[in-house]
């Protein structure tokens, strides 16, 4: 069965700081998607990677795939607090099948 | 963009009653939906693909008499949580797929409380 791990489950980081929310699968992807959320509400999309050593960026918000298409990173830079919430990677295996999810990433912005 | 809509947007309701979920893709046809729970601080776990004109697929756990889904249309399925129990609350999420096209969009969610 496909596994995503997420790392870490929660993060709080000082307002300014960067960071990196890891998501690693044990097999190869088609693709992973980045959400955010905030608890009780919806998913907002941020970032859709699909290609090996794809990388994008929105904002002060990067992901990346890495060539083996398995791993893939969200960093963002010169966090805020309207950063703060929780972040879910999703697994594509084949372009035609749901998406599975990492537990996500709980981040904390202080000020 | 392609927007998903849920409705109810939350629902309170007793124990024993059943309680239907919409889910509809406003602006293209979608012949999967697929149907998620969500628990407080967990992550989103997959219950149901739901495929136009047929039957849902199950995943394993989840119990389909109890989760009763329809697909109708190309732009709509509902989720039906019969005899809904206490620990039948959740937020529940559909998704999306375009006819054509990978990308999955998500509704707002659900949420379901039942005393």
């Known amino acids: 069965s496909q596994e995503l791990e997420q790392s870490p489950q929660s993060l709080i980081v000082q307002e300014g700081k960067n960071l990196t929310i890891n998501c690693t699968s044990s097999?190869?992807?088609?693709?992973l998607y980045w959400y955010k959320q905030k608890y009780g509400e919806g998913l907002i999309f941020l970032m859709m990677l699909q290609k090996g050593g794809e990388e994008k960026s929105h904002e002060k918000i990067t992901a990346k795939l890495d060539e083996k298409k398995q791993q893939s990173s969200l960093h963002i830079t010169a966090s805020q607090p309207s950063h703060a919430g929780i972040y879910l990677c999703g697994a594509d295996k084949t372009g035609n099948t749901p998406l599975v999810f990492g537990k996500g990433t709980r981040l904390s912005v202080i000020a | 963009g392609a927007v998903v809509s849920q409705h109810p947007s939350w629902v309170i309701c007793k124990s024993g009653t059943s309680v239907k979920i919409e889910c509809r893709s406003l602006?293209?046809?979608?012949?999967?939906m697929f149907w998620y729970r969500q628990f407080p601080k967990k992550s989103l776990m997959l219950m149901a693909t739901?495929?136009?004109?047929?039957?849902?697929?199950?995943e394993q756990g989840v119990e389909k008499d109890k989760f009763l889904i329809n697909h109708a249309s190309l732009t709509l399925s509902t989720l039906t949580v019969t005899s809904a129990h206490p620990e039948d609350s959740s937020f529940y999420i559909c998704?999306?797929?375009?006819?054509?096209?990978?990308?999955?969009?998500f509704g707002p969610g659900t949420r379901l409380t039942v005393l």
């Open positions: 602006d293209f046809q979608a012949t999967t």
């Open positions: 739901s495929n136009e004109g047929s039957k849902a697929t199950y």
């Open positions: 097999k190869t992807l088609y693709g």
């Open positions: 998704s999306a797929r375009p006819f054509s096209g990978s990308e999955q969009f």
